[in-house]
């Protein structure tokens, strides 16, 4: 079975920083490779998918990038929205869902 | 799109969770798409339970596949879970998800506001 990592699994941060949370794959994922926001007590939402491509409506200081087995999600300016829990997802062709564990994001 | 959970609360011990979600503003038809449970315990990270394609066929975590039955109901437009025998492992917040399938790397592109089932005596 394929594990995800994610570092750090928590990090503060101010408004205007820019924060760069990492997914690691125990192997080569080929770009299987989605983020989701959950703000707390809220349900997850998609925010990028195919490593990079952002979903409708996210804003473009997120971004995505990666390849092989490390993927990296960047949050370009950090607002005081963007308080949240960030789990990368794995798609195994199986088929089979992986999630990161998550990195708690404070402001 | 809206995706609605519902069900019991509250889970005795060996007993069956039953859940719905009841999907708006989307067919459970539409082939782009099947529909999706996902967990996560509380304070913990998220699992994947299983989905239903449109046609009925069904794809179960291993984990969870010996108690688990997802299935559609088209006349509602809402799907089910079942997860039988569960003990206090299975208590967590439940949602429900679309997933997007016409896609090399399929994705939850929307999700339900999420249910928690506390099993306990």
């Known amino acids: 079975d394929i594990q995800m990592t994610q570092s750090p699994s928590s990090l503060s941060a101010s408004v205007g920083d820019r924060v760069t949370i990492t997914c690691q794959a125990s192997?080569?994922?080929?770009?299987?490779l989605n983020w989701y926001q959950q703000r707390p007590g809220k349900a997850p939402q998609l925010l990028i998918y195919?490593?990079?491509t952002l979903e409708t409506g996210v804003p473009s200081r997120f971004s995505g990038s990666g390849s092989g087995a490390e993927y990296t999600l960047t949050i370009n300016s950090l607002q005081p929205e963007d308080i949240a829990t960030y789990f990368c997802q794995y798609y195994d062709n199986l088929p089979f869902f992986t999630f990161g564990p998550g990195t708690k994001v404070n402001v | 799109l809206q995706l609605q959970e519902s069900g019991s609360g509250l889970v005795k011990p060996s007993q069956t969770l039953s859940l719905t979600c009841a999907v708006s503003?989307?067919?459970?038809?539409?082939?782009?798409?099947?529909w999706s449970w996902i967990r996560q315990p509380p304070g913990k990270g998220l699992e994947w339970i299983g989905y239903i394609y449109q046609s009925g066929s069904t794809y179960y975590n291993p984990s969870l596949m010996a108690r688990l039955t997802i299935s559609l109901d088209r006349s509602k437009n809402q799907f089910s879970l079942n997860l039988k025998s569960v003990t206090a492992a299975d208590t967590a917040v439940y949602y429900c998800?679309?997933?997007?399938?016409?896609?090399?790397?399929?994705?939850?592109?929307?999700w339900g506001q999420g249910i928690l089932v506390t099993v306990s005596s």
């Open positions: 195919d490593v990079s």
């Open positions: 192997q080569d994922i080929d770009n299987y």
């Open positions: 998800a679309r997933l997007l399938v016409v896609a090399r790397n399929p994705r939850f592109d929307n």
């Open positions: 503003g989307e067919s459970i038809s539409n082939v782009r798409y099947s």
